[in-house]
């Protein structure tokens, strides 16, 4: 089964500060991978997603993810955060080609933004 | 755009009693997914359906089921239910096609067990 791990539980940083999210997988075929946010008292939304392809995948809200094989890595970057990118940040995975699998979401990064 | 749709949207229940939670699809998504968020907790999955069949099993208690129906709608029934069931309860829809089932999430039940 896989497994996802997120280094950091709390970030706190100050606006216009540049953010790097930690993710983690354990897995030992193909997956996919994901980076979902939710805002407090709110349903969890899609930031970017990778399937295959070029590993450096945007999304949205000025936010980017790189896919790094070798390290089982899928850190999720944005150069300039804002006071609204205060939320809670879930890196997920599933197993490429499985069909109707559900996703093992990591035990998430709670990010603060200081004005 | 359509969205996924749950109701209700909250849920107040005696420990013991039942509880059913009802998911609707974005339109012609195939594809049912539950997950159960703690407080504090990050979503566990539960259990998937796809074309009406089952199709992945998470950490669904055996206390649960659930079933999709012929419109595509999905129902998770509980019973006997405790207090550590409190939790937000999250649906999920795809389109289940090659190797992508990227997932959107509804708004979630709120449930609580008194």
């Known amino acids: 089964a896989q497994s996802v791990s997120q280094h950091n539980h709390h970030v706190i940083l100050s606006e216009a500060a540049s953010l790097e999210l930690g993710c983690n997988y354990s897995y030992g075929g193909t997956v996919n991978l994901f980076w979902y946010v939710q805002y407090p008292g709110q349903h969890l939304q899609l930031l970017l997603k990778?399937?295959?392809?070029?590993?450096l995948v945007k999304g949205i809200k000025g936010f980017e993810a790189e896919f790094i094989k070798s390290k089982f890595s899928f850190n999720l970057r944005k150069p300039s955060v804002q006071w609204s990118d205060t939320a809670e940040y879930f890196c997920?995975?599933?197993?490429?080609?499985?069909?109707?699998?559900?996703?093992?979401f990591g035990k998430g990064t709670h990010l603060i933004i200081q004005p | 755009a359509a969205g996924v749709i749950q109701s209700p949207r909250h849920l107040i229940k005696e420990k013991r009693e039942t509880a059913t939670l009802k998911c609707y699809p974005i339109p012609r998504h195939d594809t049912v997914y539950w997950y159960q968020q703690g407080p504090g907790q990050d979503p566990q999955f539960l259990i998937s359906f796809y074309e009406k069949m089952q199709s992945d099993k998470g950490s669904i208690p055996d206390r649960f089921s659930a079933q999709q129906f012929s419109d595509y709608h999905s129902e998770l029934n509980m019973s006997s239910l405790e207090l550590g069931d409190s939790a937000l309860y999250f649906c999920a829809s795809g389109a289940t096609s090659g190797n992508y089932n990227e997932q959107f999430f509804g708004p979630g039940t709120r449930l609580t067990v008194l």
């Open positions: 997920a995975v599933n197993v490429a080609g499985g069909g109707a699998d559900g996703l093992t």
């Open positions: 990778y399937f295959s392809g070029d590993p």
